[in-house]
């Protein structure tokens, strides 16, 4: 039964959940190293973390620094951020 409602943050050190149970009120906190290399493992790591499975999640909410902190340090590969006005000027 679904009855979870968890959020995670991956950062640049570690990955962060919180994680709600709707039937008994009970909330679990977890940290783990982040992976930067794999976020996917990052994700697996902190969900084995608190024990919970995926099946019993009806929420995940997920956000990351990963993206901010290399644009921050001007680190990472290059990219560019498509919306409507780099879409018009034919550069995406």
């Known amino acids: 039964m679904s009855n979870h409602l968890v959020g995670i943050g991956i950062g640049g050190s570690f990955t962060d959940i919180v994680s709600s149970n709707l039937q008994t009120d009970a909330v679990t906190y977890a940290k783990t190293h982040t992976h930067p290399e794999d976020l996917i493992r990052s994700l697996r790591d902190v969900m084995g973390a608190i024990g919970v499975p ?19 340090t001007l680190s990472g590969s290059k990219t560019v951020l498509c919306g409507p006005a780099t879409q018009r000027s034919g550069k995406c």
């Open 54 to 72: 995926s099946e019993e999640v009806s929420v995940l909410r997920h956000s990351t620094t990963v993206v901010i902190n290399a644009i921050l």
